[in-house]
Every structure is written in structure tokens, then in C-alpha cells.
């Protein structure tokens, strides 16, 4: 039996081991081909596509549509693929679909002893995730060349572009030493802008989230000369080559990924990763050749289904490939200590898997502490049975309440649609059509249609990789689709477009749920208006230092935001009360914060102790009767009008504002501010 297209109910499924697994001074191999006639591993001394088999073993069929053999002789470090025949003739080579290790490219797979010197770094057994209330995390997203391939970073070249950049503890902007007339070999000295990830310490972020570092296709792995996100897998449990310093040694790149681990865990963040199982680099994947017809989505023609727009749909309802989906995941916990998942494409992987997974890893030691989320939305129509409910929008009710997801709703009503470049939102140019949904994003949505059972389900955000960074959508939409490279590059007077980037960064730091941030959105990161560079060059994507000192005025505005959400856990889930303000601007306590943000071009008299139905629409008179009786006095956290001076100056932080006592809060014209009741 060959077939293109396989009913899943009419294969058996087992719950057997699978993989290569090490047993005395050999190995076991089992793999799942219910529909081959016959199975045969291959051995092999190095991961060099061109070397020649040493051994080809015949597999055993036991149980279960599964194959295996037990080899005596076969040591750690050894390299094997498949050879599948069908009963039609037709034979597949193949690496593991189950396999934890592999050597170059992924074309062979390897036998692992996880606990082996080779792939263990120093210390890896004391490495403990840092624990992080929810109500403080903060989530930042990288990718690992981004991260550190500029050449002003200051991290060891060796190590730029590569797991162990995240291991230099202590890196600092080369040009800017340069500018400021400092020797860039000297010793690290107080005028230093910290880099890597003395900078990202200093942010005070809660979570890394790390785009796809499991094996993928789209870069050479002997060469590593190109560049790409990755969204297109190979080897689901295995980590990437190109980031290791030998793609060859299956070992290495193991060891070295769990060095980038624990050197974040140490210095104080959790770790998510970017986990892609809707679709793989091709139909013809590992998967597929071990059992044609079965792992993909397929038509009733037999065609493939390519809701994913990559030419494939992964069939997560599949038995075996859930399984799969389960299993992986706890690997990469289990082995790697990884503290949370963001799924890519969740709107192609079915709520049944979903659900499954999080009661797995909340049966784990500290799993109930591991996140979920991922993009509730597809890229196209994909193939399931009747009664499939997939993680949509449409169908997030029927997730567990602590698997989450991007709200695209809160994107959209502040900076505009990302479908089109030039589409406003609130904070640049659209404040009078999008004040309320502003407002209920602020508030996690409730009492709306997109309320969720639970505000930790929102991942809140107005950036990510996809689509352009939050810069230079501003710039675009605020500069009638034509802004200069000076626009982009924030050297000239760009002053409207800050004052939008500030209170686009207060009202999502200042959001019910779980904020999330592109990695340098909070120093107007900038991609010159590219809006999809998965494979463009790393000096387009890479996080340019320079421009992270040239506005530390910002990126000290981010710091103090997330600074004030770390110390007020209400701002996490506490209900937000609308106090009286003339629309659009919008001003609201939970707890003893009272926010403000005012888009217009007037200074606004804010009332508390008013609430916003009392004078809908009407503006607080600026002349206030004193005689009132106001109860409480509010002390101001944070003025986002600090960040253009700041800026311009050049090196400065932000402070978290003047440290003012106002007995009746003002919010000035252009302006996000935060105080604390007294």
C-alpha cells in the first residue's frame, strides 16, 4: 500500500517508544510505518552526505504498524537514515521523523545519549527557570542572528549570529565607543551602551521569545551564508546547525543550544519558543516518506490542503501526528528547559491537540507555569473533517482558559490595519474612530464580543516579525506613504511619529493581559518599510546597536513602563474604570493607577472621581472649582513628553517623570501618562 492519501481511522496506533534509544553498548530503533512492506536503518560514522553506508539493518514489524531492531555494537554519536519499500516497489530514504539529533542539513539523523559531556554545557544540570509572576511578564521577541550579527555589537565575532552570543554577558556598542572617543579594546567603563545581553538586563523584559531555532530547510547549513526566519521545519526536535559552530557534529549544536538557554535562564528570563507544526519545508518531508498519505491534509482529489500557504498542512487530528505534536513538546521542555510555546499558525492546529498538550505539560514538574499562545488566524482555508474545531478566531472558547493568543483586535485599533500600510489607528491619526476600542483593549477586552475567559489568554501587542515594525508603520501611515530614510532612521524631526511610538508602547504596556514586543520596537527598530523579511538580508533584519544608543531616550520610556507594570500587578488583570474626559481622549484607573492617554492637541482636565458616562463627549472646563473636595491626591509615574528631550539629548534615560504631587490630574496635548493614588 502506497496511497497519497490515507484515512487516518484506518491505520493502527502506538504508544510504543519510537526513535533511537541507546541501550547498553548499542541502540534500539523504532519507527511507526504501518504501510511499508518492509524497513531497513542505515549506519554511518559521520553526518558527510557523501560517505558510504557502514551497515544496513533489516527492522523487525512488531506492534502497532511499528518496525525495530536492537543493535549491539551501535555506540552514541552514530548516524543513521531509513529505507522504506512499499509494496508497489517504490522505497524512501528517509531521516527520523522521530529522531532528537541529526547531522548536517538534516539529512541524516543520529543516536542520542542526551546526558553526555558532548551535549550537555557546564552547570546544565543546576539550570533552573527563573520564577516570574504573570502579572509581571513582559514578553520580547528575537530572532538568534538578529540578536547579535551587527558588527557594533561588540560580541565575539565567533559567537555573532549563533546560540553562544547569548553566553557573552558583557558586550557594548563598538561605534559608539568610537563616537564618544573611547578606544573600543579598552575596559568597559560607566559611558559604555550596553549590548546583547547586558542590554536586554537592562530592559527589564520577563520573557525571550526566540523565532524557530529547531532544524530547518531554507539555509545551508555547511555554508550559513544566507538568511531566513526559519518557518519552514525539517527536524522537529532537533536544534538548527546553522547556529551552532559545527553543523557536522550533531553534538555541538545540542550543546551550544542549551548554553543559549541557560545562559538566559541565569541571567534571569524565561525562554519561549516559536514552534511551527501546521506545515514543514516540503510535502516530501520525513513524515510522508515513512507513511505517504497520512501526516499531510489532503482533498478529496487527493490534493494538498495549503490553509498554511506553504504548500503543506501538517494533520494535527491525526492520531499519530498529535501524538507527535505532544511528545515534541515535552521534549523540548524535558531536555532543553523550555518555559513556554508560541505556535505559529495555531488556526491550523486543531483545539482537541491543543488542549491535550496543555494538560501534558501542566502534569510536568512547573508545567502549569509553562505558556501557551499562539496566532489565532490562517493563512488560508485548510482540509478537516466535519467537527474539527481548530485554534481560530471563532472557536478560542473551546481552548483550555491558559492557552492564549495574539489580539489582533488591540494591533489593529491602535496603529491600524496591517493589511494596509497607510491605515491609521489611534495613535496616528484615527483617535476619533478607534477611542472605545482603545479602551477596551486597555480594559483585556471584557464586556465585549472578544472578551476571553481569562485576560492571560490575551497576548497583547502592536508588533511582531510579521508585517512592518511599529516604526515604520508609523512612518508610513503618518508621512502619506513616503517618508525618507531620515524617517526611518529617526535623524531628523520625527517628533509626531515618537510621541505615536510612546503611547503606542504605554497602551499596550499599560493593557489588561500579557504584553509582547518585537525585539527593538522600543528603539524604533526600523526595516526601511520591508514588511516581510524572512529572507531578506541579515543587515536589513539584524538589531542595528547604533540606533538603539541614538534613542535610548525611548528605549528608557519602555524600561520605565515595564518598571511600573512589574511593581502594580493590577495593571495585569485589574478592571479598568473610564473616568470623565473629552473623546478621544481616553483616561482610566484600576487599582491606585490612573492612566491617560490624550492624542489631541489641547491639555485635558482629567476628574477621577467622575465617571466617563457623567459628561460623555464634553471637555473638563480648565478653570476647576478648588472648592471641590478631592479625596485623593496622584502622585505622576511617568510623562511620555520626558522621551523628546531625552532623545534629542542623546544618552539620557527616561526617569519615571517629575516626581509631582496633583491633587487634579492634567493630561497635556500629545501625551501618555501614568500616576499612583496617595
Known amino acids: 500500500m502506497h496511497s497519497s492519501d490515507i484515512s487516518s481511522s484506518s491505520l493502527p496506533y502506538y504508544d510504543g517508544p519510537l526513535g533511537a534509544i541507546p541501550q547498553g553498548d548499542g541502540a534500539t ?121 551587527d558588527p557594533d555589537s561588540g560580541i565575539d565575532a565567533d559567537h555573532r549570529g549563533r546560540y553562544l552570543a547569548f553566553t557573552d554577558e558583557s558586550s557594548h556598542c563598538e561605534s559608539a565607543r568610537a563616537a564618544d572617543g573611547l578606544d573600543p579594546s579598552a575596559m568597559d567603563t560607566d559611558d559604555d551602551f550596553p549590548t546583547g545581553m547586558s542590554y536586554l538586563k537592562s530592559l527589564g523584559v520577563t520573557h525571550v521569545q526566540i523565532m524557530p531555532f529547531y532544524d530547518y530547510g531554507s539555509v545551508d547549513e555547511r555554508t550559513g551564508d544566507s538568511y531566513n526566519w526559519g518557518y519552514d521545519p525539517i527536524a522537529y526536535n532537533v536544534p538548527e546547525g546553522s547556529y551552532s559552530s559545527d553543523p557536522y557534529d550533531g553534538h555541538v549544536r545540542i ?96 483545539v482537541d491537540t491543543l488542549n491535550q498538550a496543555r494538560k501534558r505539560l501542566d502534569a510536568l514538574d512547573g508545567g502549569h507555569d509553562i505558556l501557551m499562545y499562539g496566532e489565532p488566524w490562517s493563512a488560508g482555508d485548510t482540509e478537516v473533517g466535519r467537527g474539527v474545531l481548530l485554534g481560530r478566531h471563532g472557536s478560542t472558547q473551546h481552548l483550555d482558559t491558559r492557552i492564549g493568543w495574539f489580539c489582533d483586535g488591540t494591533r489593529d485599533s491602535i496603529k491600524g490595519s496591517v493589511t494596509d500600510d497607510l491605515d491609521q489607528g489611534y495613535v496616528n491619526g484615527r483617535a476619533d474612530k478607534f477611542a472605545t476600542q482603545v479602551f477596551h483593549a486597555l480594559n483585556g477586552w471584557r ?48 517628533d509626531d511619529i515618537l510621541e505615536a511610538n510612546t503611547m503606542a508602547a504605554g497602551l499596550i504596556l499599560m493593557a489588561a493581559g500579557l504584553p509582547f514586543m518585537l525585539s527593538g520596537e522600543e528603539f524604533a527598530r526600523t526595516k526601511y518599510g520591508c514588511d516581510n523579511s524572512f529572507q531578506s538580508s541579515a543587515q536589513l533584519n539584524m538589531l542595528n546597536w547604533a540606533q538603539a544608543r541614538r534613542m535610548s531616550g525611548l528605549t528608557g520610556w519602555y524600561r520605565t513602563l ?27 484607573t484600576t487599582g491606585s493607577i490612573l492612566i491617560s492617554a490624550n492624542p489631541t492637541d489641547d491639555d485635558v482636565v482629567l476628574r477621577p472621581e467622575v465617571p466617563f458616562e457623567a459628561v460623555p463627549g464634553e471637555a473638563v472646563p480648565a478653570t476647576y472649582d478648588s472648592s471641590v473636595d478631592d479625596s485623593t491626591a496622584w502622585r505622576l509615574l511617568a510623562d511620555s513628553r520626558t522621551v523628546l528631550a531625552q532623545t534629542r539629548g542623546g544618552r539620557e534615560e527616561s526617569q519615571p517623570g517629575r ?17 499612583e493614588a496617595r
Open 562 to 588: 515595564i518598571a511600573i507594570r512589574r511593581t502594580h500587578p493590577e495593571i495585569f488583570d485589574g478592571t479598568r474604570e473610564r473616568v470623565a474626559s473629552p473623546s478621544p481622549v481616553i483616561a482610566a
Open 659 to 675: 516626581v509631582a504631587v496633583e491633587a487634579l490630574p492634567i493630561s497635556p496635548a500629545h501625551s501618555f501618562r501614568i500616576w
Open 29 to 149: 530503533f523504532t519507527t511507526w510505518a504501518p504501510t511499508a512492506e518492509a524497513v531497513s536503518v542505515r549506519l554511518f560514522t559521520t553526518s558527510d552526505p557523501n560517505e558510504k553506508a557502514i551497515a544496513t539493518l533489516p527492522l523487525k514489524q512488531t506492534r502497532d504498524g511499528a518496525w525495530s531492531i536492537t543493535q549491539e555494537g551501535v555506540g552514541e554519536g552514530c548516524y543513521y537514515d531509513y529505507l522504506v519499500r512499499f509494496p508497489d516497489g517504490v522505497i524512501h530514504r528517509t531521516s527520523d521523523p522521530w529522531g532528537t539529533a541529526s547531522g548536517v542539513n538534516g539529512e541524516r539523523s543520529m543516536v542520542l545519549d542526551s546526558s553526555t559531556a558532548t551535549t550537555t554545557p557546564d552547570g546544565w544540570d543546576q539550570d533552573v527557570s527563573p520564577q516570574i509572576p504573570l502579572s509581571a511578564t513582559v514578553i520580547w521577541e528575537t530572532h538568534i542572528g538578529d540578536f547579535s550579527v
Open 255 to 350: 550543546r551550544e543550544c542549551r548554553a543559549m538557554i541557560q545562559a538566559l535562564h541565569s541571567a534571569g528570563f524565561r525562554v519561549v519558543m516559536d514552534v511551527v507544526y501546521n506545515h514543514m519545508y516540503r510535502a516530501d518531508n520525513a513524515f510522508e516518506r515513512m507513511v505517504p498519505g497520512y501526516f499531510c491534509r489532503r482533498a478529496a482529489d487527493g490534493s494538498l490542503s495549503n490553509g498554511s500557504g506553504c504548500g503543506n498542512d501538517m494533520a494535527s487530528e491525526h492520531p499519530m501526528f498529535r501524538r507527535f505534536i505532544i511528545d515534541s513538546l515535552v521534549h523540548w521542555v524535558k531536555d532543553y528547559h523550555i518555559d513556554g510555546f508560541r505556535f505559529d499558525l495555531m488556526g491550523l492546529i486543531d
Open 447 to 494: 464586556g465585549t464580543r472578544r472578551e476571553p475567559a481569562s485576560v492571560a489568554q490575551l497576548i497583547q501587542y502592536v508588533s511582531a516579525h510579521d508585517d512592518l515594525t511599529l516604526w515604520d508603520k508609523l512612518c508610513l501611515s503618518m508621512r502619506e506613504g513616503h517618508p525618507t530614510i531620515a524617517d526611518y532612521d529617526a535623524e531628523r524631526d520625527v
